[in-house]
Nanobody, 124 residues
Framework: QVQLVESGGGLVQAGGSLRLSCSAS????????MGWFRQAPGKEREFVAT????????YYRDSVKDRFTISRDNAKNTVSLQMNSLKPEDTAVYYC?????????????????WGQGTQVTVSS
């Protein structure tokens, strides 16, 4: 059974940093594209960042480019999201997701497995 467990969320002031981690089990991690998505209250879930099997390809939504960095460690079955220069509009529940597609994807419908989410709150 596939399990994705996020950690690292919390409350931070605007301009601060957080590092989210997602630990995966029950899958051949190195054969999965990984993604981070987020959902703010009253809003639809949106794509944040994605990384390919080997980590050679990454892609970000425009609003987080140059502030967020996605990375993975296939030896430890983990994917991380380093978030710098946080803004109040980054406040959301952040979800880790895994997809068996080859390459990368910004479409949540292509992700088969999801974590339970971790809350990120950025105060102004």
């Amino acid at each position: 059974q596939v399990q994705l467990v996020e950690s690292g969320g919390g409350l931070v002031q605007a301009g601060g940093s957080l590092r989210l981690s997602c630990s995966a089990s029950g899958l051949t991690f190195s054969r999965y594209c990984m993604g981070w998505f987020r959902q703010a209250p009253g809003k639809e879930r949106e794509f944040v960042a994605t990384i390919s099997w080997t980590g050679g390809r990454t892609y970000y939504r425009d609003s987080v480019k140059d502030r967020f960095t996605i990375s993975r460690d296939n030896a430890k079955n983990t994917v991380s999201l380093q978030m710098n220069s946080l803004k109040p509009e980054d406040t959301a529940v952040y979800y880790c997701a895994a997809s068996q597609i080859l390459g990368i994807s910004i479409d949540g419908r292509q992700y088969d497995n999801w974590g339970q989410g971790t809350q990120v709150t950025v105060s102004s």
